[in-house]
């Protein structure tokens, strides 16, 4: 049973730059398998969730190069990096001068590499280990930014993203969201802001290479997500 996710991430992962983010670098596996399989030995668990964490995603990759050509959209704003994964696009928020940054994820090793590849990158995140799309409090934080990197990959998962960013979006947050096409993306609430073509393992993805989108999310009423 792992009792340091801090050790285990150190143990099993490489500081590596980010291909698309060169000045960022991460903590980052090898294989994704591997390690996938280690993560459920050491938890004694089977049929747990993907070391996400461990990887910069392409649609991670795109948010940041956008976020750091940009710093103008979260310079000395409030931020949420949601399910941050490997703290990446917060990361990118915080040398872009964004105060604060809050980077959420459900998942301990998560929070663990976060806090390490922001000490890799002289930057401070909060981490928040919590569901933020659970069913919401009556007095949620309020956002000026929130960044959102490869969610839409499983449809129950989306809806309550997308019910999540709506409610925000409400509130007058900026909703920004980097994507290569998950099949859970809501296209129609969706306007492109910048796309990318950007290197992946092809442990991860189908392709070396993925084409990827920036959107921003347009304030309207939730609706269901189903694939296209």
Request: proline share 7%.
């Amino acid at each position: 049973m792992i009792h340091d996710p801090r050790a285990f991430v150190l143990e099993n992962t490489r500081l590596r730059p980010v291909p698309l983010v060169p000045e960022i670098k991460l903590r980052v596996a090898d294989e994704a398998l591997p390690l996938w399989t280690k993560t459920e030995e050491q938890l004694e668990a089977i049929g747990l969730p993907p070391p996400y964490w461990a990887f910069a995603w392409a649609g991670g990759q795109a948010l940041a190069r956008y976020v750091l050509d940009r710093p103008e959209l979260v310079a000395n704003r409030r931020v949420l990096d949601l399910a941050s994964g490997s703290g990446l696009v917060g990361i990118a928020a915080a040398k872009a001068a964004a105060v604060p940054v809050v980077a959420s994820d459900i998942d301990a090793f998560a929070e663990a590499a976060i806090a390490l590849n922001g000490e890799a990158n002289d930057v401070y995140l909060e981490t928040l280990l919590l569901d933020l799309l659970e069913v919401p409090s009556p007095r949620e934080t309020r956002y000026d930014v929130i960044l959102v990197g490869d969610l839409f990959y499983e449809q129950d998962t989306a809806v309550r993203a997308l019910a999540f960013l709506d409610r925000h979006a409400a509130l007058g947050s900026h909703v920004l969201i980097g994507d290569p096409g998950r099949t859970y993306l809501p296209r129609a609430r969706l306007a492109a802001a910048c796309e990318y073509e950007v290197p992946v393992s092809r442990d991860l993805e189908d392709r070396e290479i993925k084409h990827t989108s920036v959107w921003s999310l347009v304030p309207g009423p939730s609706e269901a997500v189903s694939a296209v």
